[in-house]
Nanobody, 118 residues
Framework: QVQLVESGGGLVQPGESLTLSCAAS????????MGWHRQAPGKARELVAF???????HIADIGKGRFTISRDAAKNTVYLQMNGLKPEDTAVYYC????????????WGQGARVTVSS
């Protein structure tokens, strides 16, 4: 099976930047899509961004103009660069991987906490 491990979360002040990383294992996981979702207390989990194995990207409105998603295929790693962070960005950010084989398979990391506060 596939394991996803996030890193890079922490406490930042409003307006600052933070980059999250997600490493997939094993190296031959062959994920078709990797992305990020987030969940704040009392709210539903929502899509933040995704990138396909053809490097097609999508940023949800909540991060458009501020967030960038990228990947390093050789390292089986996806990154989420977050600029201009706001208090409302405070949430647990989950890495997600999708593989289409005989059926759709979804994999999730344990989550990385991001707190934006002065």
């Amino acid at each position: 099976q596939v394991q996803l491990v996030e890193s890079g979360g922490g406490l930042v002040q409003p307006g600052e930047s933070l980059t999250l990383s997600c490493a997939a294992s094993p190296s031959n996981s062959n994920l078709d899509i990797m992305g990020w979702h987030r969940q704040a207390p009392g709210k539903a989990r929502e899509l933040v961004a995704f990138i396909t194995n053809r490097d097609i990207t999508h940023i949800a409105d909540i991060g458009k103009g501020r967030f960038t998603i990228s990947r390093d295929a050789a390292k089986n790693t996806v990154y989420l660069q977050m600029n201009g962070l706001k208090p409302e960005d405070t949430a647990v950010y989950y890495c997600n991987g999708v593989r289409y084989s005989s059926e759709r398979e979804d994999y999730w990391g344990q989550g990385a906490r991001v707190t934006v506060s002065s």
